[in-house]
């Protein structure tokens, strides 16, 4: 059974920063892309950035590029989101998902953690 757990969320004031971590079992992750996607209220779910099985080629939505990195340690089946300079419009559920491919769909992705809250307070 695939299990992606999220955790490293909370309340963080505009500017500061936060890591996310997401600890997938189950699978054979050094073989996925990972994924991190967010969602607001009423907004749609939408791609943050990527990063390859190898951790050598990352991807990130034009919003967070320069502010957020991602990394992963295939040693411990983790992948991490670094958030700096973190803004209101940061707040949201984020995701990470497994895919077999590098797309920022997220009808792609076949494997989904239960989320985080991350809130940014003006």
């Known amino acids: 059974q695939v299990q992606l757990v999220e955790s490293g969320g909370g309340l963080v004031q505009a500017g500061g920063s936060l890591r996310l971590s997401c600890a997938a079992s189950?699978?054979?992750?050094?073989?996925?892309?990972m994924g991190w996607f967010r969602q607001a209220p009423g907004k749609e779910r939408e791609f943050v950035g990527g990063?390859?099985?190898?951790?050598?080629?990352?991807a990130y939505a034009d919003s967070v590029k320069g502010r957020f990195t991602i990394s992963r340690d295939n040693a411990k089946n983790t992948v991490y989101l670094q958030m700096n300079s973190l803004k209101p419009e940061d707040t949201a559920v984020y995701y990470c998902?497994?895919?077999?491919?590098?797309?920022?769909?997220?009808?792609?992705?076949?494997?989904w953690g239960q989320g985080t809250q991350v809130t940014v307070s003006s």
């Open positions: 998902a497994a895919s077999l491919r590098m797309v920022v769909g997220p009808s792609g992705y076949m494997y």
């Open positions: 189950g699978l054979t992750f050094s073989s996925y892309v």
């Open positions: 990063i390859n099985w190898s951790g050598g080629t990352t």
